[in-house]
């Protein structure tokens, strides 16, 4: 069995709970997660199966979409709404909303972060969380992140103190930080009451199954028709075609001649037809020729049922 599985992660389970369950589920080893989600967030966790393992490395740097609540008037020690309060202040005059609106604007682009005391960023070989349960001060590194697109959508009833957002943004970028920030600009202690990602990679929430789905699948002896085929995760990257003989050599990880075409991406995927063979690079060595980064030792594509998506 190989393939993706567009995985809904519950909450109150870490990404690594939902790769053993999977494990256990399809009685497969090599299973693997493209981004993890803390246990409180549910949402768009793809889940890699038996050779799909070998892009996950691929798929790591690609952009997330969330939909969060800020709530304004207090802060929190964990900048979500598990932590305890450190500044709380009624909002009386609450923002309107063109100055909320104004004030999102202000993070487009790239921006400067720094990671919440309470994350897994390793600092001389210490979580940041095990420096705050520890009530240890670490100086924490800024990080320069993405946000490709920011808006406001409407909350289901309305509220003077909270607020939703959209955010299309890059790796490592922390939402929490990001709620903080924006309460910031508008001049109210803040934080994240909610978050739930709705897009990793090119999976959509739309296109997510739960375990209640998988487990009814397996009763079915059908749970491979829940998976997406490899090539599904690697659409970011440039195709290359070759004919049968040339197949062969790829199959059997050997170096090629170098295209005449020049390629967008830095790797490249191996095509016969439909069939994802292999990722390969220039070889730095020789620019005059291909070398392999990853075979897949797969016939075909799995999830052929996805074909046409």
């Known amino acids: 069995m190989n393939g993706i599985l567009p995985l809904y992660k519950p909450k109150g389970v870490t990404s690594h709970d939902c790769v053993m369950k999977i494990r256990k589920l399809l009685k497969i080893k090599k299973v693997g997660h493209t981004g993890t989600l803390d246990p409180n967030v549910e949402g768009v966790l793809p889940i890699c199966v ?17 939909i969060a609540d800020v709530a304004l008037g207090k802060s929190t020690t964990t900048e979500d709404s598990d932590g305890e309060t450190m500044e709380s202040t009624e909002v009386v005059h609450p923002p309107s909303d063109a100055e909320i609106e104004s004030v999102l604007r202000q993070f487009i682009g790239e921006i400067e972060q720094m990671p919440p005391l309470y994350s897994a960023v390793k600092i001389k070989g210490k979580r940041l969380y095990e420096y705050a349960r520890e009530n240890r001060y670490v100086e924490r590194p800024k990080r320069h992140v993405t946000i490709y697109r920011l808006e406001r959508l409407p909350l289901e009833s309305k509220s003077n103190n909270r607020f939703r957002i959209k955010v299309s943004c890059s790796k490592g970028t922390y939402i929490r930080t990001l709620c903080v920030d924006i ?5 109210f202690p803040a934080h994240m009451s909610y978050l739930e990602r709705i897009e990793s990679d090119s999976f959509r929430k739309s296109e997510t199954v739960t375990f209640e789905q998988i487990e009814a699948k397996l009763d079915e002896d059908k749970a491979d028709e829940l998976l997406f085929p490899i090539g599904r995760g690697l659409e970011h990257i440039d195709s290359f075609s070759v004919d049968e003989r040339t197949k062969q050599k790829v199959l059997h990880g050997q170096k090629l ?35 392999p980064v990853r075979v897949f030792n797969i016939h075909k594509n799995v999830g052929e049922l996805h074909a046409n998506d």
Not at 50 to 66: H, M, N, Q, S
Not at 183 to 187: M, P, R, V
Not at 265 to 286: C, D, P
Request: proline share 5%; hydrophobic share 35%; no cysteine.
């Open 257 to 291: 001649p170098g295209p005449q075409e020049k390629f967008r991406t830095s790797v490249f995927k191996v095509m016969h037809k439909h069939e994802l063979l292999a990722i390969y690079e220039i070889n730095r060595n020789n620019q005059e020729e291909i070398r």
């Open 183 to 187: 309460g910031k600009k508008l001049g």
């Open 50 to 66: 038996g050779e799909a393992t070998k892009i996950i490395p691929f798929l790591l740097d690609l952009k997330k979409v969330y």
